[in-house]
């Protein structure tokens, strides 16, 4: 069965960074879109950033604009999103999805393939 583990979550204060990370466990997923969503207490879960298969195209939530960038190694079958400039409200389980099309992440923001979370904790 096909596994996405996060890491890379933590706490940490207003203004710093943290990079997650997400590992694949089929060689398969280089040709998957992939995307990272999150969801805070009592919200919906909402798409922060999303990379295509070959990283030619890339898609970022406004506010996360200028301070998150998503990357990829397809040897490693991993994705990253880096995230600086951290803010209270950016508190949330981060998940890690896959998907074949980029455009179903995007648009319809689903996905076949989905990780556990990893918290990611930023105090004022």
């Known amino acids: 069965q096909v596994q996405l583990v996060e890491s890379g979550g933590g706490l940490v204060q207003a203004g710093g960074s943290l990079r997650l990370s997400c590992a694949a466990s089929?060689?398969?997923?280089?040709?998957?879109?992939k995307g990272w969503f999150r969801q805070a207490p009592g919200k919906e879960r909402e798409l922060v950033a999303v990379i295509s298969s070959s990283a030619s195209s890339t898609y970022y939530e406004d506010s996360v604009k200028g301070r998150f960038t998503i990357a990829r190694d397809n040897a490693k079958n991993t994705v990253y999103l880096q995230m600086n400039s951290l803010k209270p409200e950016d508190t949330a389980v981060y998940y890690c999805a896959a998907d074949e099309h980029f455009g179903r992440i995007v648009i319809n923001q689903a996905a076949d393939y989905w990780g556990q979370g990893t918290q990611v904790t930023v105090s004022s």
């Open positions: 089929a060689s398969t997923f280089s040709r998957y879109a």
